[in-house]
């Protein structure tokens, strides 16, 4: 809990200096109040992602000096890291970075972890069994697809106040409880520096929105969640590889599936933003039942009310993940639980039937 508590105090100080001096940062403000996915009124710093990184990298400082066996390993991490993070900062800043090259430097950040921590996805699990992937041609653009595509699905839920940074923190949670039952002291430390410094930027985010994540912190979150995990499973054979899969499967199967609807539904580049993901459905055809205005005020309190609804459901996945971390055939089950139930809720929605239970009015 050290690390934890030296991130989260260091990333809320740092967070709130960044939102006190937001007029220095007057090229990374979101000021957008009309493109497709943006649901504030009033400009606010999109560098989120700067406070986090830097609080990362000071906690890392000193759990190196307290705990030295993990500093070559966590030291690899953090120079990988900060390729993603940096596409993603700069594009924060300028505006100019396209997701092509993002997508790209995030690569390029899991293939150097891929050789200098020996991240790579090396087996399968299956019932009863493991399907091991020993060949480097199969392996390593595996490895880097499954850690880049991770990074940018966290960037894709990064929708509203809180939604990506609670999400990131129960999966963290997560990572750093089986880490401790496996004894993986790398893992274990590295998660809850992570999910101390999110949880320090989210107190300023939820509910009122002082400051967005912005790209840097998303690709930052997304590329360590996706290593965390990925090093978990190989380090500890006993941790089943569709832990990890369940663990990950909502923001990864909202990037699948938009993929799919965008390409394939709408006859649409995959790369096109859209405002028809499961959250932005949620905040325009459900929540707004609660508050049907679109005053500054009530457009606030929408934007806070449409997380809730995302951390529960994806919790549909953590939880039992968390519960069922060796049991393959128990992970494998939830996985397509998960994936009838969000098609089947998207469906829902989209035709304008949501269920009337996750219909409710807000009284003033």
Sequence with gaps: MFSFLVSFISSALLTLLVIRHAGLHGPALDADFGAVQKVHAHSVARIGGLPIFLAVVLSAAISIWRAPPIAMALLSLLLCSSIAFMGGILEDYTGQVSAT?????????????????????????????????????????????????????????????????????????SLAYVALQVGDVFVLVSALMVAGATAGFLIWNYPVGLIFLGDGGAYFLGFMLGELALLLVVRNPQVSTWYAALLLIYPAFETIFSAYRRMFVRGKSPAMPDGIHLHSLIFRRIVQWAIGRREAR????????????????????????????????????????????????????VRFKSPRWLIWRKKD
């Design 101 to 173: 090259r993002r997508l790209l430097l995030t690569m390029a950040a899991a293939l150097l972890a891929y050789f200098l921590i020996d991240a790579r996805l090396d087996r399968i699990d299956i019932p009863f069994g493991s399907w091991p992937l020993q060949h480097a041609w199969l392996v390593l653009p595996l490895t880097v697809l499954a850690v880049a595509g991770i990074a940018n699905a966290v960037n894709i839920i990064d929708g509203f106040n809180g939604l990506a940074s609670v999400v990131t923190i129960c999966m963290l949670i």
């Design 298 to 349: 009530a457009l606030m309190r929408r934007n806070a009310l449409t997380s809730p609804y995302l951390w529960m459901f994806s919790l549909m996945a953590v939880i039992p993940a968390t519960v069922f971390w060796r049991n393959t055939g128990v992970l494998i089950f939830f996985c397509l639980l998960f994936i009838v139930s969000y098609v089947w809720l998207y469906a829902r929605i």
